[in-house]
């Protein structure tokens, strides 16, 4: 949805910086100029920052933190009249941060744990274990109510808070699941890092959807992270190392389309090309990502188009529909979840009061910004409450868990649903106890 | 640069006994016949240090307490010109223009000034310096809300114009608003420029009684509440009456026959449909002590049961812009003692307007002005000796 | 000082506990103004009023306010204030008025005239994080709002209760509530339902002299002078707004939008007169000639008609029947007017996509055009064809596009005239075309801004539209209630230094005064 950065980067920078006219529409959408009302915790304002940063070549203190600040949900860019390309510009931002800028020890500290724990399915998938013992003991919740972890480091405070209550993991996927009747499609399958480690069951039913409408699914079990993780905090290399990685995968498995359930995944993989090109990566690179970034798909948009053939069976429940960031503003996903859901007999979906705005889960920028990413939780928790759903839906693992927890912390507890479990409860005839508990 | 190469034509006589305002009689009076004459003699007057009052069609003399001093009259009937673009529907007109006419002539081209009077006979600048809104206000806006111009000779006599002749216009200062119910304290208005509007094709006037307070609340609120958009409800009350409200609805034939049956409906089943306005609509008692009295709209008839009792309310009650008018020779004390019934209660202003000759000293005619400090300071800019109309200003400046 | 030394004494969060007094004066050299020096005198003055959070004194940060939205006139201010309260204000511009320093009030900084264009050695009074709801009553139709709530905000909290707030200007869902009262914002309803002075009954304000006072509140009609009336649209120039009682109206039962395609904007123009002249008063005329619509399809895919050379929105609302019956009488008078296509759209959804396309229209020129001048004048509607000719030769002549976006209805000109800026003096030219479009309503017996103000931009443009006794009228008012002139000076009125030796010679004789109806001396 933007165009790359390419040839003389810093040119085309500047041209992506001159397509801003200021006319502050990205303001009210902006998560950060909500909380603080302030023009440098704006687009409009960080846009600013960053013709500083290009004209006068300096990267202030100051500027960094307004960019850290910047949770890149992209609503900024929905928001723009003037087409403005604003994740372009924020990532090419984060890299020169990342290069230029020097941070304080343990802000490095702490960002180099993170990055070698989430790209990793399998260092998330060891943590379950001692997380689900330490779920069991009740421990956790007395800590919480303590608030001890958030006086010695919100951000573990957060990590705690936002894991999700674990049962024991499902048996893992096939590598190919084939076609329930007449086959429609072949299609690959993106099992995720948090998605596949936190959530296995959602990837499941996403198998299970796919094959129950016809198509024949494969799960590489080679795949490895997408890299948006990284891409959007500035790690170009290891972004880009990820992506090559992906895009070979994927080119192995001879699919029509990829398909993603995971929001943030999704937006990164539609346009890996774009990442290549700001690491340097030669042409021929570039071209092979581009053409695997056009087969990537999200799952309610691949199946809104696809078209229903399964039985959909009823399902009793008033749904809260969230739009995770990356699915709508990162990949213009919006009708096509709502579709599926209110096809599902005796379902009905509400839609969030402030629905552009983010939840402040936004990748790892909860465990970075602990504090605002926890308001900005409360805040999309109230409005989740203030619909009276029984259940909330939403296409992202992050925005799951965040959201979870500031409902659970509000003491409005709702169970919260990907968007491929309560499909796969209509098209298996389940009861809403899948989706609520007993 | 216009004209003083002119030849000056005698603007300015001796006072009659006709000439008296308040009591006073002006040693001379002037009759202006364009705003270049008036602005000749407002500045003679001010080199001379002379105290002014101006004259429209005299209705509103009895308006706000006699002047403290008054040496010169300006009477601006001879400012009467009328200047229509019916393709534009803008008009401007010179102060001296008696509404009437002005109505007349917009009335030929299937448009008019969206404007009930409140007095009959009045010249144009005579109700933009009162300001004084009708029922009609309530969906046309106040009269403030059609001024998009005005030329106004300052009492140092020099012109000022402010706003334009088109109907969105935000360049510079609208101090035609400062005019507008200035009540002559400010300067005087040679020209008045207004937004039109096409005549509807048609009206009705849906009218109810209420026994109770609570029924006229209700009918009130229900027609608040209902999509008929009335161009006015207005409310009166009076020792001994039952409460009435009586909507305008305006537009076509067609339209007009279901939207006065959800009237009906909303105000009840008693309401009686006419097809035209009552004589005198608008129209405030020519005698006797009238108050302005604005609350906030909810309490509109609150303020006509509390007050209705010992004077009549009447007035715009959506607005909550009332008016309270007693019968003449009242004695003062009472009227006093209601106005401070009304200012004791939040939100609440009342205004007397008009008392009895020679009760002027027994009844504080403003209140509490919020923002008196700043009227003031404008006043003192523009009239810095209070020559004009001294003592007519907010809180008696 | 270097930029380096800015830097280092920069914060890195949104907490603004960058540099202190000593660095502010540090960044003034010891020849600086005796007016700058009292800007960093404050600096500790302000930080014990707002808090740490509440100032902001790093370079960086206070750059980013360093324009509105025309970018094209910039100054970074001397320290930007982001008070959250109405005492906060007084407080702020008490110590102005004390030590003479100018402040200046912001909004949202979606303004087009740089009527919030800084003071590098002044105040930013910015009311970003003054934007409570403070009451919605319906009972006594109206809202009570800080400064800074957005436009678009009032309504949304209306709408449960079927009324909205009617002045709604295209950068609405931004735009605050102060900014409005400070431009007299309009809006595409403007026709029927007026301004925002039209809907304002109650104001907070501070006055230059740091006096918090309250001027009208629920009841209308307050008693004595108007000041609310002169109040808004003063640009800041006679304080600052800190709490707002606006009326809310009744969402009207029916609502209809039209679209209608004609192949010339003469047809269109022709469409509008007649519907005018019939006497259907639409709530909305608006109309865009084919480069707008270029754009608009550009930037968000509004889907209208194909071939329009001119298209014509119209909007009628009212009680059913009545809407009804207008519906097809506009319909008519535009298939008469030549319109080869009308779209009828009731639904909200249908409606808005409508809208869409012509609300997005200024910013989407940025798609078609690296950038542009947003010029905005008023012509009589009966003048509306001719002026439209004329800006078409202007364009013709100069090489220099124009499109044409524009409230029909009142006669305000929007025309968007589109320039490279990377070429060399491309700016000039646009500029020398845009000034032109302004002459040509002046002649007409127009207006110099329909609705986006004064400020700077058009100060030293006064002097077409009035004469020298009307602005020093103006100014004897500015001064009555801003006698030192602290309050957003050099905005609205044309001062020497921004003009030049003769700010008040005007340069073409006004109609009215060629016509005789006004005078000048």
Redesign the interface.
Known sequence: MTEPISGDTDQRFSELLDDCVHCGFCLPTCPTHVLWGQEMDSPRGRIHLMEQMHEDDVLTQAAVGHFDNCLGCLACVSACPSGVAYDALIDHTRHKVEEQHERPVPERALRGAVFSLFPYRARLRMMRGPLRAYQATGVGRALRKSGVLDRISPTLATMERIAPPLSSPPPPLPEFVPAVGSRRARVGMLVGCVQGAFFPEVNTATARILALEGCDVVIPRSQGCCGALSGHSGRLDEAARFTRALVEVFERADVERVVVNSAGCGSSMKHMDRTLEEAGADPAWVRRARAASEKVVDLTEFLADLGPQAERHPLPVHAAYHDACHLSHGQGVTSAPRELLARIPELTVSDLPNKEICCGSAGVYNLFNPEPAAELGDRKGQDAAATGAQVLVSGNPGCSMQIGSALERAGTPMPVAHTARVLDASLRGLGTEVLLGP | ???SSRTPIPVVRDGTPQDTVGGLAPARVAEPS???EL?RTLTEAAGEGRAVTLRGGGTAQDWGPPPRSLDLLVDTSRLSWI?H?P????V?VGAGTPVADLYAHLAKE?QRLSYDPVRAGGTVGGAVAT?ASGPRRLLH??L??LVIGM?VV?PDG?????G????????????A??H???HGT?GAVA?VAFRL?????ALRLVEAEFEDRAGAERALAQV??S???PSAVELSAAPGTPFSLKAVLE??P??L???ADRAVQAMGQHAQVHEGLPSGWGLRPTSGPLA?L?????ESVEAAALLGRRVGVEGCA????LHLSWPEGTPPAEVASVLEEARARP???A?LVRADPGTDEAVDR??E???????R??K???DPDHRFAPGR???GT | MSLAEHENAGNTGRAATADDAGTASAQRPATASPRAAAVADLVPHLRAILGEDGLLTDRSQRRTYESDGLTHHREVPGVVALPTSADQVAAVVRLCHEHGVPFVPRGAGTGLSAGALPHSDGVLLVTSRMRRILEIDIANECAVVEPGVANLDITRAAAPHGYYYAPDPSSQQVCSVGGNVAENSGGAHCLKYGFTVNHVRGLDVVTPAGDLVRLGGKAADAPGYDLIGAFVGSEGTLGVATRVVVNLTRTPEKTVTLLSAFDSMDAGGRAVSSIIGEGVLPSAIEMMDALAIEAAEAAVACDYPEGAAAVLVVELDGPTEEVDAQVAQVEHLCAQAGSFETRTASSAEERALIWKGRKSAFAAVGRISPAYIVQDGVVPRTALPEVLRRITELSADSGIRVANVFHAGDGNLHPLVLFDDAEQGAWERAEEVSAQILDLCVEHGGSITGEHGVGVDKACKMPRMYGPDDLETFDLFRRSLDPDGTANPEKLLPTPRLCGEQPGVQRDVHPLVASGHAEQF
Do not use: C, H, I
């Open positions: 640069m216009a004209g364009s705003t270049e602005s200047d673009d393709g534009d529907l803008v401007e299937g300001g806006g106040a403030r809300d030329t300052r020099v012109v000022a114009r402010s334009g002749r088109v109907v969105k216009n935000v360049a510079g200062y609208d101090l608003k400062l507008t119910g200035g400010l020209s509007q096409p005549e509807p094709a608040r509440e999509p008929v958009v537009g076509t067609d339209g026959r279901p939207r302005w604005s609350v906030p709209p909810a959506p607005r909550g812009a939100e609440w202003a205004t403003w209140g002005v919020p923002g008196l400090a700043l009227m300071a404008v003192d800019s523009f200003g907010p809180g």
